[in-house]
């Protein structure tokens, strides 16, 4: 008995909140001379605090600084001081931020708190983190540059109702299976022992389509028994391989711009079946040095040594002449012969069932073939002709082909590169 009140002594020494209840409790209620004699009933504790379990060393062993942060803000009784805890507050919420959203703001450093060593080593190996997963944008590629503007000039063509361009490599296959389509129809009339056939020398489907009302016209058998007298005893310009070579290079669903022309030049190796293009090798005529002068001052492009303009077909550049054929040494001399009325028919079909078109009429002949044109659903470029007596009268600084461009644009199609290399 001597020995329990003593240990009640040194439970209570030790822990003076528990009070002589405690003793009590821990002595198992037995009589004894210190509480013995009634006592006032101690006020009610709300929950004391077990023994086994002092409150002290729990509260330093359950609630770090760290993992209080983490739940909820830090009392004013907190044991960590204010400036040991705000860099540690500062680690934690750049821990929780997620990265950064991609774009081509970089992560920036200099814009994260520096409130001490472990805010800065947390800054820093997040910064590294976000530098790894989002390296900076470095420049594209020209080709991917020029892939992703193509995709979406595509994409506004096809907005806007246009058909979808071909590459110029896929024009240029069009063009060449065309030829050679053209090259078996020869030889198919010289096994024959007969003059061609003007229907079977239009051989792009597109074209053939559109025009086959006009070959079942009248004027037409006309056309191909004048034609078949001037083979027979007069030369003709351009060869018969060449004579629908524009549409025969340019689909009709692919034609984005018209540059209309009057007859083909009638000079020896001159015509190939384009307005205003020669062959290679051969001398440049005045007009189209004009031309290459205009392109040089509206778009500074470099005058070539040549003046084959097969490039710009192959981007959609109809070269029409009125006049398909012309007899040689003599301009305008099959004017009369009835190409007016098929050529006509060309452009009265591109104007009613395309949009978007740009039209370049250059001179007084031009503009009158051109007044088929619809302008509320095609775009007319008008001036003085190249040649040289009228260049310096309304063609030199007209700027069609950046005025061309421009319009293209617009239309959601692809820009024309003019540059002849």
């Given at each position: ?48 605090p ?18 209080r942060l ?18 540690q ?7 929780q ?7 081509p ?38 080709g ?76 037409m ?39 209309l ?19 290679p ?29 097969e ?55 031009a ?7 619809d ?9 003085a ?30 820009p ?6």
């Amino acid at each position: 008995m001597k020995r329990s009140k003593l240990a009640q002594r040194a439970i209570g020494d030790f822990f003076p909140s528990a009070g002589g209840a405690k003793r009590a409790k821990g002595d198992d209620a037995q009589p004894t001379k210190e509480n013995s004699a009634p006592q006032p009933a101690p006020a009610p504790a709300p929950s004391p605090p077990r023994p086994a379990s002092p409150p002290g060393p729990v509260r330093r062993r359950s609630r770090s600084p760290v993992l209080r942060l983490q739940t909820r803000p830090p009392q004013p009784g907190s044991q960590s001081p204010p400036q040991q805890q705000q860099p540690q507050k500062q680690q934690l919420q750049q821990q929780q931020q997620p990265a950064p959203p991609a774009g081509p703001a970089p992560w920036d450093e200099a814009s994260q708190p520096s409130g001490g060593a472990a805010a800065a080593g947390s800054s820093g190996g997040t910064t590294a983190a976000a530098a790894a997963a989002q390296p900076a944008a470095a420049p594209k590629p020209s080709g991917l540059d020029a892939l992703m503007s193509s995709a979406r000039r595509q994409a506004g063509a096809a907005k806007a109702g246009h058909p979808v361009a071909l590459a110029p490599r896929e024009m240029a296959a069009v063009a060449e299976r065309n030829r050679a389509a053209v090259r078996e129809a020869l030889a198919e009339s010289a096994r024959e022992g007969r003059a061609p056939r003007l229907a079977d020398l239009l051989v792009e489907p597109s074209w053939k389509e559109v025009l086959a009302p006009e070959f079942a016209k009248p004027y037409m058998p006309q056309l191909q028994a004048f034609l078949e007298r001037e083979w027979a005893s007069k030369t003709v310009y351009p060869a018969q391989e060449s004579i629908f070579r524009a549409f025969n290079s340019v689909p009709f669903d692919q034609v984005r711009v018209v540059v209309l022309g009057q007859d083909p030049y009638f000079n020896p190796g001159e015509a190939m079946g384009l307005s205003f293009s020669v062959p290679p090798g051969v001398r440049v005529p005045s007009s189209l040095r004009n031309i290459y002068k205009e392109l040089q001052t509206d778009l500074g492009c470099r005058v070539p040594g040549h003046g084959n303009l097969e490039k710009w077909c192959r981007q959609g550049v109809l070269l029409l002449n009125a006049s398909l054929t012309v007899r040689a040494g003599e301009a305008n001399s099959h004017a009369k012969a009835g190409w007016a009325g098929l050529t006509a028919a060309a452009v009265a079909a591109l104007s009613k069932r395309r949009g978007g078109v740009v039209f370049l009429l250059w001179g007084k002949f031009a503009h009158d073939r051109g007044q088929v044109v619809d302008t509320t659903r095609h775009h007319v470029l008008k001036s003085a002709h190249p040649s040289g007596l009228s260049a310096s009268r309304g063609f030199f600084g007209c700027r069609h082909f950046s005025q061309a461009n421009a319009l293209l644009a617009k239309e959601g199609l692809p820009p024309i590169d003019w540059q002849i290399e």
